[in-house]
């Protein structure tokens, strides 16, 4: 159940849903980009990579094990990267984190474009693991709202949660509820139709469709940019939910 004094607070641009609900938008695209085009894996999360490599030590193939720390280790890199990063930063720019993280992204995607579809799938994967970790331990609510923006299985085991909860408080008059099931059912929406549409990009235009999402990154980047620059300035200190 979501606090009172969570509907009441106020939240920093980067906490802002459309903010979330656009990047997992983007994190849809990338996962389809990635199964399609860059050999037929996920790079936003790594439980798959981790079953895989288990299952290569049990079957003693040591070199194929060895290969999964690479993707592995990218994602461990990310997370150390954004954990350090933030402060030093943010004293010295005066830009918050999550900001300088988005510029961070659209560089990435920018060079991503414009490797070729015959080079090694594994340069791919690498750049997408590292900026997914970063991205998933810095955006970590949205108002209030636990959530990721890289995967989505939280996202559907809540809204299972929700839909009993609405079955079993269906005569309750109070229905605050629903605002964190909605949440999560958006972010579900809005990750699949990123996948859709990276799939159609993909099929269209090859590897370069990834720079599709420098759209919705750069939309992103502008409003975070001016937020920390004009209406936030005064709160370059204060931290985002969930930090």
């Known amino acids: 159940m ?12 980067c906490e802002k849903n459309w903010v979330y609900f656009t990047l997992i938008g983007v994190g849809g695209f990338w996962g389809a980009y990635t199964y399609l085009l ?27 094990a060895l290969y ?3 993707p592995i280790s990218a994602y461990v890199l990310g997370a150390f990267v954004s954990e350090l990063l933030p402060n030093p930063l943010k004293h010295r720019l005066n830009i918050r984190w999550d900001t300088i993280l988005i510029l961070i992204e659209m560089l990435a995607v920018l060079v991503l474009g414009f490797i070729p579809d015959s080079a090694p799938v594994q340069i791919s994967q690498i750049i997408i693991n590292f900026i997914a970790s970063m ?7 949205a108002e209030g709202v636990a959530v990721a923006t890289t995967f989505v299985t939280n996202h559907i085991r809540q809204v299972g949660v929700g839909l009993a909860i609405e079955l079993r408080h269906r005569r309750n008059p109070d229905k605050s509820h629903r605002r964190k099931w909605s949440r999560h059912g958006g972010m ?9 549409v990276g799939t159609v990009c993909g099929n269209l235009i090859g590897g370069r469709s990834i720079w599709v999402t420098l759209v919705p990154l750069c939309i992103i980047f502008v409003t975070l940019l001016h937020a920390d620059l004009t209406t936030e300035r005064a709160l370059v200190e204060q931290k985002p939910s969930g930090h």
């Open 2 to 13: 979501v606090k009172n004094s969570d509907m009441q607070k106020h939240f920093l641009t």
């Open 38 to 64: 860059r050999g037929g894996i996920f790079c936003n999360a790594q439980t798959g990579n981790v079953v895989l490599m288990g299952l290569a030590l049990g079957s003693a193939q040591w070199e194929k």
């Open 68 to 70: 999964y720390l690479v």
């Open 135 to 141: 991205q998933y331990n810095t955006f970590r609510q």
């Open 188 to 196: 579900l929406f809005f990750f699949i139709t990123g996948a859709v």
